[in-house]
Each structure stands twice: as structure tokens, then as C-alpha cells.
């Protein structure tokens, strides 16, 4: 919950713990956003704090391992003026943080123990306070540390079978993920894959006393995957099928996706693409609205009034290297003439799935508060590397149909103040429509885990209530 350089004010992986990466965008002005259902003026109401499992549960001065300081810091956070927590119950090891049908346990780290209850109890301890809870789960990574630890590890059969096959580097040499990257994604193609995280879901859904599910890195690990044989059958059907192409079925494979790589601020992109570039984009972003409309259905299939979200990075001009279309299925990057997003394809419109959430929280990770406040963007309104302009943004592609919740990183982002960070708050605040979410409470009871090296409740107090 990385890397590049307009997403330098990051340096996301600094810290404890980290959300998402993004890409430089190609930005221009588009039309005023149609159909506003919710009034974007309009102040959101809710403030919620990120508490991701390992930083604060495993990490070296995280404090939820202690159920005395976890209700020392919920009632901080509940004098700070937060009104909900999102608590991370399946973290990337692929371990829940409570017992499971369908996975080990996560009892232990670096030398600290997680309390036999934990998810219970700061459940408990959040109701008492008035705090909804949110309960997260990373949804397609199944291990750490270049995959010898977590469920893949432990299940060698799964690894061989649903590991991630990614490009290695700029030869175009295919291998599998744990060979380049700490965490183990997996195929979100894969049925198997599906099934073992709608089962979780509904696990989660039907344990515990939650207000709402979020999915956290249900997507592609990047750009450079899914290059398995699966995928390439499974896109080769999927060209007969959408396009009447079966043609496709002679491909080079994987030289017609992306006929070679380059590495930009330390990732691995496309130099040239090839003839199917866009027609993959689709055919990616197609199986995550279907993994999304699944799930859904899993969660209310359960208990029906629970709320059903993501989080997602808001760079939405280069989502689509990770697979992921969260506009609304009634916004049609192909058709729209003022943004003109070169990689969309006919038919990628449809691929959106926000009509499939009941709310999103965006990473709207950046310094830059307003477009005023840089000469070069200041006659913009749609700019997605700045808090203003990425939230007007978000309200053109999803036509203000569910609520948004605007989202900051505390600690991974060099704010030069503390007044920053809560100038950042009261603004998100003030304009997204469902609230603002911070990530992460680790930053703001760590001092080693943020740039100012200060405890940051204050800052969030000033920023929620003034």
C-alpha cells in the first residue's frame, strides 16, 4: 500500500510501508465531468486512518503488537477527529491476521507476536470509540521476500502454477516474479487465483463485524506481466471473441505485445509496442472488471449492506500498466478527444468497474496541493500529479457516481511541514466527496517512519478539525 520521477516527491519503499507507484503522465484538458450525482462541493464527512499489518503489528517500532498502545493510539486518533479505520487483515505474505480456512495464520515477525485476537480487538476497541472499520486485504500478492516467504512458499504447487510470469529486463527474457521482485503476485487471470481470493473475501466478510471490504493490489504487478502461457491462450480467445480476430492466434508471442522494453526511473516500460499493444490493455483491464464484478457479488452474498471498495492509485493516465480501469463504464477514454489518452483502444471504456464499488479511495500522493501553486499547471484543471487537479480528475472519469475518498501519504511523501500535511487534509477534505484516508497511522505514532521525524497526530488533528 516505488518508484519514478514524477512520482519522485514519493521515494515510496522509503519507509515502513508504502501503497502504490505511478507513472509520468501525458496531460491535457479535457470537458467539464457529466452526469454529477454527488456534489463534489459538498464536504466529505469521513476521515480514515490506514493501519497496515506489517509496519505496525511486525515492524521494528510499530506498536499494535500491544493492545495497551492500541488503545492508547485509537484514542489520539479519535481526538484527531478520524471516524474509521481501514485495518489490513491480509497482508502480502499471502498470511491473514486472524485464523483462516484457507491460509496460515500470521503470528509472528522479527521477533514481535501479534495478539492471538488482534483483528477482534481493534474491531471492539474501534466501536467503542464510534470508528467504522474497514477490513482490507491484499488481494493478488501471495508472498514476500522474492517468494520464499509467505502462502507461495508454503505451497510449491500454487508458486509453480499461479506465479506471476513477468518480463526481466530489457532483453525481453520471460521468467517468473520472485526472480526480480520482493513480492509474489500471482495471475489474476488464473480461476484459481479467483476463486482463492473470493473465498477470503467472504471469509472476511462473514467473521467479523465490518462496515466495509477494500481490496488493495487487486491488479497486475505492472506493466511487464501477466506474460504465461495462460494469458497468452486466454488473450487469443479473448481477440475471436471481442474483436473477431483469429488472426491473433498466430501472434508472436510476446513481441506483438511489446516488441522492446526500456527502463525509466528504474522500471521496466515499453519502448515499442507491438500490433496487439492496446487490444492486451483491453484485454487485461476486462479481467480485473471481471475478477471486480466476482467479487462484489461474493461480499453481498454474504451480508448485503456491507460497503464493497478499492483503493487505487490516482494517476489514472498510466493505471492501465497495471490493469486497471476504475473510471465508470460510462466514461470512454478512446472516445474523449480532450484528454486523448493514446493507449486506449476501442472497447476499453467498457472495461471500467466503478459501478461495481460502493466507495474509492484514491492515492492522491503528492506536495503539490493546488494547480495554482506551480507555474506550469496552474492554467490546468486536469493534472494527475497534484492533489487538486488529480481530484478533478477522478471526478470527470467516474462521473461523481460513488463516493470518493481522496488519500494521503503522511509519511512516504516529503511534505516540508506539518502545516503542509494538514493544509493537504482540510483541502481533500473539503472537496472529495466521501472524506480523505491517511495512510498510514504507523506515520504519525513513528517519528522514524516519516520525513519531518515527528510524531504527526497534531498535523492530522489540525487537518481534520480546523
Not at 501525458?26 to 499489518?53: C, F, R
Not at 467498457?350 to 499547471?377: C, H, K, P, R
Not at 470527470?396 to 501519504?409: F, Q, R
Request: aromatic share 14%; net charge neutral.
Amino acid at each position: 500500500m516505488k518508484k519514478l520521477i514524477a512520482y519522485g516527491l514519493l521515494l515510496l519503499g522509503l519507509f515502513s510501508c508504502s501503497k502504490d507507484k505511478g507513472q509520468v503522465p501525458t496531460v491535457n484538458q479535457p470537458k467539464e465531468p457529466e452526469d454529477e450525482n454527488i456534489d463534489p462541493s459538498e464536504p466529505g464527512k469521513q476521515a480514515l486512518v490506514w493501519v497496515d499489518a506489517h509496519s505496525n503489528v511486525f515492524g521494528t517500532y510499530g506498536k499494535f503488537s500491544d493492545k495497551n498502545e492500541i488503545v492508547k493510539i485509537l484514542d489520539i486518533l479519535k481526538d484527531c477527529g478520524v471516524t474509521g479505520l481501514v485495518v489490513d487483515v491480509k497482508p502480502s505474505t499471502g498470511y491473514t491476521m486472524y485464523q483462516s480456512s484457507y491460509t496460515k495464520e500470521f503470528l509472528t515477525q522479527n521477533g514481535k507476536t501479534k495478539p492471538a485476537d488482534y483483528v477482534d480487538f481493534v474491531i471492539a476497541e474501534a466501536k467503542k470509540r464510534d470508528l467504522k472499520v474497514y477490513l482490507s486485504i491484499v488481494t493478488f500478492v501471495e508472498g514476500t521476500t522474492n517468494g520464499t516467504v509467505g502462502y507461495a512458499a508454503d505451497n510449491p504447487d500454487f508458486k509453480e502454477k499461479y506465479e506471476s510470469i513477468v518480463v526481466k529486463n530489457v532483453q525481453g527474457e520471460l521468467g517468473r516474479i520472485s526472480q526480480t521482485a520482493k513480492n509474489t503476485f500471482v495471475n489474476p487471470a488464473q480461476p484459481a487465483v479467483q476463486e482463492r481470493a473470493l473465498n477470503i473475501i467472504k471469509e472476511v466478510v462473514g467473521k467479523f463485524p465490518l462496515d466495509g471490504l477494500i481490496l488493495d493490489y487487486a491488479r497486475y504487478t505492472d506493466i511487464n506481466a501477466d506474460f504465461s502461457d495462460y494469458s497468452k491462450d486466454q488473450f487469443i480467445e479473448f481477440m475471436k471473441t471481442k474483436y473477431n480476430d483469429a488472426s491473433a492466434a498466430n501472434m508472436n508471442f510476446p513481441t506483438d505485445i511489446v516488441s522492446s522494453w526500456k527502463e525509466s526511473s528504474g522500471q521496466l516500460v515499453p519502448s515499442v509496442t507491438g500490433k496487439y499493444y492496446k487490444q492486451w490493455l483491453v484485454y487485461r483491464a476486462s479481467v480485473i472488471q471481471g475478477f471486480f464484478k466476482k467479487a462484489r457479488q461474493a461480499a453481498k452474498s454474504v451480508k448485503p449492506n456491507v460497503d464493497f471498495g478499492v483503493y487505487v492509485g490516482a494517476w489514472y493516465s498510466t493505471y492501465h500498466y497495471v490493469g486497471v480501469n476504475w473510471a465508470s463504464k460510462d466514461y470512454d477514454p478512446f472516445q474523449d478527444f480532450n484528454l486523448r489518452f493514446d493507449w486506449a483502444y476501442p472497447g476499453y471504456g467498457e472495461t471500467g468497474y466503478l459501478e461495481e464499488l460502493d466507495l474509492i479511495l484514491t492515492g492522491n500522493y503528492f506536495t503539490q496541493v493546488m494547480l495554482s501553486e506551480n507555474s506550469a499547471t496552474a492554467a490546468m484543471k486536469y493534472h494527475w500529479w497534484s492533489i487538486e487537479g488529480s481530484l478533478n480528475g477522478i471526478e470527470y472519469i467516474t462521473k461523481n457516481k460513488k463516493p470518493i475518498y481522496g488519500s494521503m501519504d503522511v509519511g512516504n511523501i516529503n511534505y516540508a511541514s506539518k502545516a503542509e500535511i494538514s493544509r493537504a487534509i482540510k483541502y481533500i477534505m473539503s472537496r472529495a466527496s466521501g472524506g480523505v484516508m491517511l495512510f498510514d497511522v504507523v506515520h504519525m505514532y513513528g517519528p522514524q517512519y516519516n520525513y519531518l521525524k515527528q510524531e504527526l497526530f497534531d498535523a492530522v488533528k489540525d487537518g481534520i478539525k480546523n
